[in-house]
């Protein structure tokens, strides 16, 4: 069956219907990289946007429910280049057809995805439609798109009650803004006693519980629509308790102390990202998954100093703050399928707890 896909700039793509037969409108964003499609599928970064994979084959190595990093996938929709039908893997427990059908997830396969991300870069991200409906009326298509913004997805995404990974050392308290699951098992990995706090909840009962560490994890969507997030995470800031924070905790941190963010052309999402670590000189692979970033231009160095920059385009890649057992990150040291190459982030973590 056909499938379209309709860009709000009035680009429309011909191709196979894959998944949900629903159609769906969703910010277009596109991720490089070559394996990992299912922790793509189930990263709640996702949320209220559309992937496109730009390797050429998908699915292929079938899905592995036990690589998922959350409880379901959650992108509106997927786009690729071409679909692997019959996947062939000893782990391999489903299809990624059926896996999109099952999760109400449409798609399209066949369109030319090269040509396709070109002009999510050379134009930046945009909304799109993905529809079966050969009678589209393109300009009412392009009216929806542009009124489209996604919201509330911190909340959408985020563990509804407290969850406790019991460890034999340091406790950990995780806010779970959006968090993969593989943030949690890298600390529980480590020894670390992880409590899970829904996204919402007040920095009082996180300190009150005496934590000897504070995870801010990863999540979707604009990091300035967390207004009242943000206000907790200031009083976890005064506090004197180390803090280690991913991605979205990162930008939330920064906003909390005065920094500002702003959204990026077409953001970092892949597992190729070159960051340097500007205290050791070291240059790392990482995983990336964001489409927002912290302005380091008026940064006061009383607050914090940049720690990590990206090697392709100068963005900034983490803070360090002065004075506070506190270092955040914009990249993903947890990744899985990987690069592992920042996962000594974690072992740092541990040591600051150690010393505090």
Same mark, same amino acid.
């Given at each position: ?56 084959? &998908? ?266 057992? &506190? ?30």
């Amino acid at each position: 069956m056909k499938a379209f896909l309709i860009l709000e700039d009035g680009h429309v793509f011909t191709g196979t219907a894959i998944g949900a037969d629903k159609e769906v409108i969703s910010e277009i964003v596109f991720n490089t990289s070559m394996t990992g499609y299912l922790e793509v599928l189930t990263d709640p970064s996702y949320a209220g946007q559309a992937v496109v994979m730009t390797y050429p084959l &998908i699915g292929n190595y079938g899905i592995c429910y036990e690589d998922m990093e959350s409880k379901k996938p959650w992108p509106d929709g997927y786009i690729v280049r071409e679909l692997s039908r019959i996947p062939s893997n000893f782990r391999s427990e489903d299809t990624i057809q059926h896996f999109l059908e099952q999760n109400d997830i449409p798609g399209i396969a066949g369109i030319d995805t090269r040509a396709l991300t070109k002009i999510l870069r050379e134009k930046g991200t945009m909304n799109g439609m993905i529809t079966r409906n050969e009678n589209y009326d393109l300009d009412e298509a392009i009216r929806r798109m542009k009124q489209y913004t996604p919201t509330g997805v911190v909340m959408k995404t985020t563990c509804k009650e407290k969850l406790i990974l019991p460890g034999e050392g340091y406790k950990v308290a995780l806010m779970d803004l959006g968090a993969k699951r593989n943030i949690a098992k890298s600390l529980n990995d480590r020894g670390c006693e992880v409590t899970i706090y829904p996204a919402d909840t007040k920095a009082e009962e996180i300190i009150a519980a005496n934590p000897d560490g504070i995870m801010l994890s990863n999540g979707p969507g604009d990091p300035k629509e967390c207004t009242e997030i943000i206000q907790e995470i200031k009083k976890l800031y005064e506090t004197d308790i180390p803090i280690f924070a991913i991605c979205l905790g990162h930008q939330l941190m920064a906003l909390a102390n005065g920094c500002d963010t702003h959204k990026m052309k077409y953001g970092h999402r892949g597992g190729n990202h070159p960051v340097k670590d500007l205290k050791t000189g070291k240059v790392y692979i990482s995983s990336q998954n964001h489409g927002y970033v912290v302005d380091t231009d008026g940064l006061d160095p009383e607050i914090a100093v940049p720690a990590f920059v990206n090697v392709n385009d100068g963005t900034n890649e983490g803070l360090a703050y002065t004075g506070k057992n &506190i270092f955040t990150v914009q990249f993903h040291p947890e990744a899985c399928p990987g690069p592992q190459d920042s996962a000594y982030l974690f072992d740092r973590f541990i040591q600051m707890m150690e010393e505090k």
